[in-house]
């Protein structure tokens, strides 16, 4: 018995839908991009004026209110991971194509725009595959460690004037000990689950990871000697005259490299490195917990480049055109402000991804440990002199 | 494939809703296996450069079995690689579809008599989309993806089993420690 | 060479790549809509067999069996009988399985009266191999709707608007030997 019809030609042609999108349309690409831009800027903005407004009109901004009022604004903020999750897979995959001259995702919706919520979809309702020789229990704890660790480093990162979870004043030791976190879940995810590829993955991550951890730190601690403050809103204030760029270039290109090693990110791939390792930690990972590994990902390809524009090029400031800074208004515009700033600096981070090739593993470690430390060193001394004679 | 591993789609107005969005979902995110045989790998390789673009349509390579969907037969399939191919189908997390392609991989080609060709990949994992041709065209290739699609998307195509091939069980058998055939 | 001389060629190396990457993204790229647009092959490309028919519908297959010694897949199979009125054969069976053929057009160079054919209908993906076990009324409507096939002996062939078979304009004809012994840069123009 024959299952499917044959048509009478005995051709099956594919169905053409709908619309013909037959060349490239630059301007509706610009939309869709600003569309995404618009939603996160929203929710920012109910997060970080909306909630709290909202709540101190209702009278409950003490006690049990105010803990609602946080688990109110961490829901929204994984609305937010979620939007730019959406948002940096479409433009890496746009970016990427247009740079290897193709048009990448442009079929499915306006020039492509809601592939990744396919993408999204058919993750949610794969099979979710744990191997035999797997430790069930780690196995399915490390994509929600790395995850919760990438996602945690929202808390201190502001947004605007005031706009942040925890201004707390050791914003940036709690910056250290979170990003260390996540090197903890694709090492566990890859040593639990029972495969050769995943265990040098993880084995490859762990030690990239922690070497590139310390120029990190020591770059973190140059920033704080320099604004004088280990809060994430202080060292943004204090750049008001001047962006750190310039008296710490040293440590800022220190800082943009460490960050590439620490996204996992071209040419700092190893731990996934899919020439030599298949999919590295993740390759018994499927379904959900795969987008998981995935989400934190995109998260950090946010807030690493978020963390650069807070210590080196003044955060959230720019013009205010004469509104009251604090006012809600103006919330918005530095929010803005903030937002562009980073998007240039995604940018850049694809643009990289982009063009250089992998390093090899040997280089990797002499790199960390022979240039990147003694020159964060001498960046650190270097901005202590500084402070000393300029202020 | 349906919703939730059933073989039917729910009567249920609102969970066949669902099932027909998840679905479309699937169909437009089909993510292939980096898995290529022969010469018909190369037509495979060419289907995503500038030219074709399968991305165009969401298609990109995942190297790990776990996080494909698609798995693309590109090439003649011997007896040794046969175990090895059905492996990696079982690797595969569900729903999982297959693209044989090329005249090797549909049924042996000119090596159908040779002692040690598969003849035809669908005796060894359930084809969904046949390709004729030595190789096929790149076009060819994203014609058969795009076949699949509308069969994912189709509320009736999708639940049609393909046609019933005997297993070639001497192919995939391979003697445990006790000598003794596995029951596959 | 000093480390300050081969920090600065890697920064400078880098600054390039990134420059030159950067401006392939104001190129257009060469993509072809395939489904949307059917990519426009060269009339001699191999891309599925069709028996052609005379203008009359008589059939132009002498049944000489040259194709199917010819074929090296042996996927052609042919039964005929003795005209009982005339000279020549009859066909009973045509058949080819256009599953295991492997498109080398061996049978159409064999064939004396160009019968079968090559034509560019590459969309021959199916759902079940049987739509691919070609027999002779499926080889016609294949060369019923083709606009235009090859062979080398009659080279390329249109159908007219009103059903009549002509031979193609010479611009259209494949070249000989002297397109294949151009110089490379020629050809590529």
């Given amino acids: ?391 | 494939m349906g919703l939730l591993g059933s073989d039917e789609r729910p009567r249920d107005i609102i969970l066949g809703t669902l099932d027909d969005l998840i679905n479309m979902a699937r169909s437009r995110s089909m993510w292939p296996l980096t898995f290529g045989i022969a010469c018909c790998a190369i037509e495979m390789m060419a289907t995503w450069d500038p030219k074709i673009d399968a991305d165009r349509f969401g298609m990109f390579f995942r190297n790990t079995p776990r996080q494909a969907d698609v798995m693309i037969v590109s090439g003649t399939v011997n007896k040794k690689l046969a175990k090895r191919l059905r492996r990696l189908y079982d690797q595969m997390a569900e729903p999982k579809w297959v693209i044989s392609m090329g005249a090797c991989a549909n049924q042996g080609g000119p090596f159908r008599q040779g002692y040690s060709v598969v003849e035809g990949v669908d005796k060894i994992v359930p084809v969904d989309v046949y390709i004729p041709g030595c190789p096929p065209r790149p076009e060819a290739l994203l014609q058969a993806l795009l076949l699949l699609r509308d069969k994912i998307a189709d509320r009736e195509l999708r639940y049609q089993k393909p046609r019933e091939i005997p297993a070639d069980y001497d192919v995939l058998a391979e003697p445990g420690k006790d000598g003794r055939l596995p029951v596959l | 060479m000093s480390l300050l001389q081969e920090v600065w060629q890697a920064v400078k190396a880098i600054g390039t790549g990134m420059a030159t990457v950067h401006k392939r993204v104001y190129e257009d790229a060469p993509t072809e809509f395939y489904p949307y647009v059917k990519p426009d092959l060269p009339p001699v490309s191999v891309q599925s067999l069709a028996l052609v028919e005379n203008e009359d519908g008589s059939e132009r297959c002498i049944v000489c069996l040259q194709c199917e010694r010819a074929c090296p897949a042996q996927v052609i199979t042919i039964e005929r009988h003795r005209n009982p009125e005339g000279k020549g054969f009859l066909i009973d069976r045509f058949d080819i399985d256009l599953v295991n053929c492997m498109y080398c057009a061996a049978c159409v160079e064999a064939c004396p009266v160009s019968s079968i054919v090559t034509i560019q209908d590459f969309e021959m993906s199916t759902y079940d191999l049987q739509t691919l076990k070609a027999d002779i009324d499926f080889l016609h409507e294949q060369a019923r709707r083709a606009r235009q096939w090859y062979s080398p002996k009659f080279g390329v062939e249109l159908r007219t608007e009103d059903g009549r078979i002509e031979k193609a304009p010479p611009e259209m004809q494949p070249g000989g030997l002297a397109e294949l012994l151009k110089p490379a840069e020629e050809v590529d123009s």
């Fill in chain 1, 1 to 391: 018995m024959n299952p499917i019809p044959i048509p009478e030609d005995r051709h099956f042609r594919p169905r053409l839908l709908g619309y013909d999108p037959q060349k490239s349309r630059p301007w509706l690409e610009r939309l869709v991009y600003s569309a995404y831009v618009f939603v996160f800027w929203l929710i920012v903005i109910g997060t970080y004026a909306g909630v709290p407004a909202l709540f101190e009109a209702l009278g409950w901004n003490a006690g049990w209110g105010f803990v609602l009022m946080r688990a109110l604004q961490v829901v929204l903020l994984f609305l937010l991971s979620a939007v730019i999750a959406l948002l940096l897979i479409l433009v890496l995959r746009k970016y990427l194509g247009k740079v290897q001259e193709r048009y990448g995702p442009m079929h499915y919706g306006p020039a492509g725009g809601i592939q990744t919520v396919f993408d999204a979809l058919k993750l949610l309702a794969k099979e979710d595959f744990v191997p035999a020789a797997a430790d069930v229990l780690t196995f399915r704890l490390a994509p929600a460690v790395t995850f919760v660790a990438s996602f945690a480093m929202f808390a201190v990162v502001p947004f605007a004037s005031g706009w942040v979870l925890a201004d707390t004043n050791v914003g940036l030791i709690y910056l250290i000990a979170v990003s260390t976190l996540s090197a903890y879940g694709v090492l566990l995810g890859g040593v639990s689950s029972g495969n050769k590829w995943a265990l040098i993955g993880a084995l490859r991550a762990g030690a990239q990871m922690v070497s590139y951890e310390i120029p990190l730190a020591l770059v973190f601690l140059t920033v704080a000697v320099w604004a004088g403050s280990l809060s994430l809103g202080r060292i943004v204030d204090a750049q008001l005259g001047l962006w750190n760029v310039l008296p710490l270039a040293l440590s800022f290109v220190l800082y943009v490299i460490a960050s590439l090693a620490e996204l996992k990110h071209i040419p700092f791939d190893f731990p996934e490195a899919e020439s030599e390792l298949i999919a590295g930690y993740n390759v018994e990972y499927s379904g959900m917990s795969f987008a998981f590994f995935f989400l934190a990902e995109f998260v950090e390809l946010f807030l690493l480049p978020a963390l650069i524009v807070v210590f080196f090029f003044g955060g959230w400031h720019g013009p205010l055109f004469g509104l009251e800074p604090g006012s809600l208004a103006a919330g918005a515009l530095e929010s803005l402000y903030f937002t562009v700033k980073t998007a240039v600096w995604v940018w850049i981070f694809l643009w990289i991804r982009a063009t250089l090739p992998r390093y090899r593993d040997d280089q990797l470690m002499e790199f960390a440990w022979k240039a990147m430390i003694p020159l964060a060193l001498f960046g650190l001394v270097l901005a202590a002199y500084l402070r000393l004679i300029w202020r």
